[in-house]
């Protein structure tokens, strides 16, 4: 399993990534080195109560509600990555 974060480290696309990549390879049992970042999650064999119980841990980790309609519309790590990076931006700047 990816490890936490420090509390109140800021949550960028990178760190997002990074933890998604480390989540989705101990799932699947694959090499983090490389990752295909760009791959629709599908390709990855990852079923939907796999995506829902990864939103939940992202909930935990980064302190943002993540609903897998989310992942539907964000269908790979890059792209899930950045709009959860532009959504805690977002919360943030109107904290």
Not at 63 to 91: K, M, T, W, Y
Request: proline share 8%.
């Amino acid at each position: 399993m990816p490890s936490q974060t420090a509390p109140n480290k800021p949550a960028d696309e990178g760190v997002i990534r990074d933890w998604m990549v480390a989540y989705i390879t101990s799932v699947i049992e694959v090499p983090q080195d490389p990752f295909p970042v760009n791959d629709r999650f599908d390709l990855y064999g990852l079923d939907s109560i796999e995506i829902t119980i990864m939103c939940g841990m992202m909930e935990e980790q980064f302190s943002i509600q993540v609903n897998p309609d989310e992942v539907f519309d964000n269908p790979s790590v890059s792209a899930l990555s950045r709009h959860l990076a532009h959504r805690i931006g977002e919360s943030r700047a109107t904290a």
